[in-house]
């Protein structure tokens, strides 16, 4: 095969034609590290220099090879959750999903850029540069997993991990036009995955289509002695086979779909993926959310509030970077000031001043509430409906700095992600078309642990849809 | 909503130190965002309960054995000073 048929090749097809014998997982190993390394999007920060001496070709991924976000542990491997104060950090363990993949079969060919510490919807946050949308070089990936959703759709990777704390995984699956899964909160172990917002963090896979969401997915849930909040899956994570939609009944939330912001060509794509599903025999009908307007607001206080708590550790002491002072307070103080970015410190200003005396009950009391009717108000919809359908983001792929100046509008980009993330519910992005050239993101929701129908369901409208995500690897394919 | 003297307050809090201009911008861009955040002040949430965790999970203790941890070595290879196997600080007193 030449390198244009090997990197034409979605995870699960490279896999079957190394069992068939037509593909060699080192040759595999080596177009993509080739191509990782000749990255011009700046999706990766550390690429391999060779093959790893431990790669478990006959496990079931087959040595196929994996982008790992940068906020991954990885031994020996620099894990640095783009920030300048972890420049250079080598962890001493591997985190837990990252270990299990590669038990599997999937082989690190490189860690991806990232809004750092996975705060950003753009990926201009990372201290190491931003990504560039593979569509449009002059637009962002979105964030904050963008680099591993630039690489995928780029062809740098057959496909990569991210995390989704509010919209990480799913928004830039929508905006670079791949597939992004959110699994339900729980179900994929923290463990090694340096700390945003617990409560909500989750890891999740980007890949080029459903088929491969589910692969990389079912390798990863599981408990974990490391992780106390990791309870696994209660079932077997299938491949999906769907290729009708008939009795599916989807709720269209009207609080988040008739909201001002959304751009008509997201809104134009997603009504007619909704006549696609009504054509592959699904009931759409509307229901309400009537608090999601207000899950931003619980979001950007509950986020901040634990980033403030872990973000502590970064101090000077035990890793990364140490700004010299002849007292400590003065060492912790300007090592914090020199080592993270704007966003990070807007983020811990704002955690500390909502948990601080005074101001707690008035800002992350209420927050936590308001997360409380989210949930609520999800399980009641989901008496009526199988599944929730929203666009994943409001816009497609905006220019890179346009929202730089405003963080409120570049907060509102998670609209339509954070609910189901403040509910712990797992979420799904598929391409559904385009609008302005740039492709559109559908969101498809369930209850929590209903990996399984999301997935099925997915895949339905995914060869319904038939999305042609090609345009983009040409594009960056020429160098090869 | 937020003024230089609230927002030192709570970057003292934050072991954060803070350019001037930094101060400045923080006050505007953080008013900015409480200022949306305070629309669930007008909620009425008294009936609903807190939540703080949203997958039920039983306390998981192990049995209280020793076990393996990281070698010294290893726990201390990052850090930026080491001395006689411990991190090493500057003193917590001034100058």
């Not at chain 1, 542990?73 to 104060?85: L, N, V, W």
């Not at chain 1, 009526?384 to 700095?401: H, K, Q, Y």
């Not at chain 2, 305070?38 to 192990?62: C, F, G, M, Q």
């Not at chain 2, 209280?64 to 726990?75: F, I, Q, S, Y």
């Amino acid at each position: 095969m030449d390198v244009q048929e090997i990197i034409g090749l979605t995870a699960a097809q490279a896999i079957a034609a190394i069992e068939r014998g037509d593909l060699d997982a080192v040759e595999l190993f080596s177009a993509y590290r080739r191509r990782a390394e000749e990255d011009e999007l700046g999706a990766f920060t550390w690429v391999a220099e060779h093959l790893p001496a431990d790669m478990h070709a006959d496990g079931p991924l087959r040595g196929v090879p994996l982008a790992v976000k940068d906020l991954f542990c990885t031994a020996g491997i620099p894990s640095q959750s783009g920030s300048k104060i972890l420049e250079g950090y080598l962890p001493p363990y591997t985190a837990t999903s990252v270990a299990r993949l590669e038990h599997a079969g999937a082989t690190i060919v490189g860690k991806t850029n990232q809004d750092e510490f996975a705060m950003g919807s753009s990926n201009e946050n990372s201290a190491f540069g931003p990504v560039l949308n593979p569509w449009d070089r002059t637009r962002v990936p979105g964030g904050s997993s963008g680099g591993s959703a630039a690489a995928v759709a780029a062809g740098l990777a057959p496909w990569a991990l991210g995390t989704d704390t509010g919209g990480s995984i799913r928004q830039p699956a929508a905006l670079c036009g791949i597939v992004g899964l959110k699994p339900t909160y729980g179900t994929v172990s923290r463990y090694g995955m340096i700390a945003f917002a617990s409560s909500l963090d989750q890891a999740g896979p980007l890949t080029r289509d459903v088929t491969d969401a589910a692969l990389l997915y079912r390798h990863m849930v599981g408990t974990d002695p490391n992780d106390a909040t990791a309870v696994g899956h209660p079932e077997e994570i299938r491949l999906p086979t769907a290729e009708r939609l008939d009795g599916l009944r989807l709720g269209v939330p009207t609080e988040l779909t008739s909201g001002e912001g959304l751009e008509p060509g997201v809104l134009a794509a997603f009504e007619a993926t909704l006549e696609t599903a009504r054509g592959l025999g699904a009931t759409i009908e509307e229901c309400s959310l009537h608090s999601a307007p207000h899950a931003l607001s619980a979001y950007y206080v509950i986020a901040p509030a634990e980033a403030s708590s872990n973000l502590a550790r970064f101090d000077g002491v035990r890793y990364g970077l140490r700004r010299e002072a002849d007292d400590l307070v003065s060492m912790y103080t300007g090592t914090r000031h020199d080592g993270f970015g704007a966003e990070v410190k807007r983020r811990i200003l704002i955690g500390t001043y909502a948990l601080s005396s005074g101001y707690y009950d008035a800002y992350y009391g209420r927050a936590q509430r308001v997360r409380t009717l989210i949930a609520r108000e999800f399980a009641s919809v989901f008496e009526r409906c199988d599944l929730v359908v929203t666009p994943t983001s409001p816009g497609v792929a905006f220019e890179l700095g346009a929202k730089t100046a405003d963080p409120l509008a570049m907060y509102l980009n998670d609209s339509f992600t954070v609910p189901m993330s403040l509910a712990g519910i797992p979420a799904i992005s598929i391409p559904c078309g385009l609008s302005e050239d740039l492709p559109v993101g559908f969101q498809l929701a369930g209850p929590a642990f209903s990996e399984n129908r999301i997935l099925d369901a997915a895949h339905a409208l995914e060869r319904a849809i038939g999305f042609d995500g090609s345009p983009a690897r040409t594009r960056t394919g020429a160098t090869s | 909503m937020l003024d230089r003297s609230e927002v030192l307050h709570v970057a003292r809090l934050a072991r954060l130190r803070l350019d001037d201009e930094e101060v400045d911008r923080m006050a505007g861009e953080l008013s900015s965002i409480l200022g949306h955040i305070a629309a669930i002040a007008a909620l009425d949430l008294d009936d609903v309960p807190p939540t703080s965790h949203v997958v039920e999970v039983e306390s998981a203790l192990r049995a209280d054995e020793p076990g393996p941890c990281l070698d010294r070595d290893v726990a201390l290879a990052q850090a930026p000073a080491v001395q006689d196997g411990g991190f090493l600080v500057p003193s917590p007193q001034a100058g």
